[in-house]
């Protein structure tokens, strides 16, 4: 089998993109799923959240990118969340793409699709070059965003840029859904935003978000995703109700646990 792809991005920053992909990492890996994480933003957020330290510069994602035959599978490393490898960022990567080819990640990618269910792209904001990139490896493309009216401007042009970049590529068109972040309904422009995101999007492009929660922050200052830290909060609830919309949305294999079992198998033996 091979994993799914899914891009989590938004060309706005502070969205919460790194906070979803740590969390919806540790609830598919939960429910039986083997996860790759691939952290594309140089800050290298997500393996901090999935507590990996720094790593070598050339054993990182980075590398796929600079080297036009790579072999990703030696760039694994694992973290401290079982079923849940990480494909490091190099926090000195420069923005400098050497290879002029954006299907270039995608082609890299290729050799460890059989050894996952799902491999998570963390794309950073400030690099169109890299949100391309991701999208054209991507199979479907999660977008969280705040609900206020400066970020639903952002998703309309992300989303706008999105189908650019699929029609202009001649690439598949992906599906997409967009998730809202830090949600607290009590706010009357919440509730305006969120209202204004469905009738845009459509209830079915809309998946229910995660509730305020400082949790969600200790939890990165404990480098852990929040089911590590913290199992009785809110937002807990929420990742997991995510966890299971992105499995039925993206079509994420049922025999989850009999296809980790021979990936676990797989990598070993690729190592």
Same mark, same amino acid.
């Given at each position: 089998?091979?994993?799914? $792809?899914? =891009?989590?991005?938004?060309?706005?920053?502070? #969205?919460?993109?790194?906070?979803?992909?740590?969390?919806?990492?540790?609830?598919?890996?939960?429910?039986?799923?083997?996860?790759?994480?691939?952290?594309?933003?140089? %800050?290298?957020?997500?393996?901090?959240?999935?507590?990996?330290?720094?790593?070598?510069?050339?054993?990182?994602?980075?590398?796929?990118?600079? +080297?036009? @035959?790579?072999?990703?599978?030696?760039? $694994?490393? #694992?973290?401290?969340?079982?079923?849940?490898?990480?494909?490091?960022?190099?926090?000195?990567?420069?923005?400098?793409?050497?290879?002029?080819?954006?299907?270039?990640?995608?082609?890299?990618?290729? !050799?460890?699709?059989?050894?996952?269910?799902?491999?998570?792209?963390?794309?950073?904001?400030?690099?169109?070059?890299?949100?391309?990139?991701?999208?054209?490896?991507?199979?479907?493309?999660?977008?969280? #965003?705040?609900?206020?009216?400066?970020?639903?401007?952002?998703?309309?042009?992300?989303?706008?840029?999105?189908?650019?970049?699929?029609?202009?590529?001649?690439?598949?068109?992906?599906?997409?859904?967009?998730?809202?972040? %830090?949600?607290?309904?009590?706010?009357?422009? %919440?509730?305006?935003?969120?209202? +204004?995101?469905? %009738?845009?999007?459509?209830?079915?492009?809309? $998946?229910?978000?995660?509730?305020?929660?400082?949790?969600?922050a200790e939890a990165f200052s404990c480098r852990r995703p929040l089911?590590?830290?913290?199992?009785?909060?809110?937002?807990?609830?929420?990742? !997991?109700?995510? =966890?299971? +919309?992105?499995?039925?949305?993206?079509?994420?294999?049922?025999?989850?646990? +009999?296809?980790? @079992?021979?990936?676990?198998?797989?990598? !070993?033996?690729? !190592?």
């Amino acid at each position: 089998m091979q994993a799914k $792809i899914l =891009a989590i991005a938004n060309r706005k920053g502070g #969205t919460g993109k790194t906070s979803v992909v740590v969390n919806l990492a540790a609830e598919l890996a939960a429910r039986g799923y083997r996860v790759l994480v691939g952290d594309l933003d140089p %800050q290298g957020h997500a393996g901090l959240g999935l507590g990996v330290a720094v790593v070598d510069s050339d054993r990182t994602i980075h590398v796929a990118l600079r +080297e036009a @035959r790579v072999d990703l599978v030696k760039m $694994i490393c #694992t973290t401290a969340v079982p079923g849940v490898d990480l494909l490091a960022a190099d926090r000195n990567f420069d923005g400098q793409i050497r290879l002029s080819d954006p299907r270039c990640l995608a082609r890299a990618l290729e !050799r460890v699709r059989p050894l996952y269910d799902v491999v998570l792209l963390d794309s950073p904001p400030i690099s169109a070059d890299l949100i391309v990139y991701a999208l054209l490896s991507a199979d479907g493309v999660l977008v969280p #965003t705040m609900l206020d009216y400066l970020s639903l401007d952002g998703v309309r042009q992300f989303v706008r840029v999105y189908h650019h970049v699929m029609l202009k590529l001649r690439a598949t068109l992906l599906g997409f859904v967009v998730t809202p972040m %830090q949600v607290d309904l009590r706010a009357n422009m %919440q509730k305006l935003v969120l209202t +204004e995101m469905l %009738q845009g999007f459509g209830r079915d492009q809309v $998946i229910r978000g995660v509730r305020t929660d400082v949790s969600v922050a200790e939890a990165f200052s404990c480098r852990r995703p929040l089911r590590q830290y913290r199992m009785a909060s809110r937002a807990i609830d929420d990742f !997991r109700v995510m =966890a299971d +919309e992105v499995a039925r949305r993206f079509y994420l294999p049922c025999d989850a646990a +009999e296809s980790g @079992r021979v990936a676990c198998a797989a990598l !070993r033996s690729a !190592r």
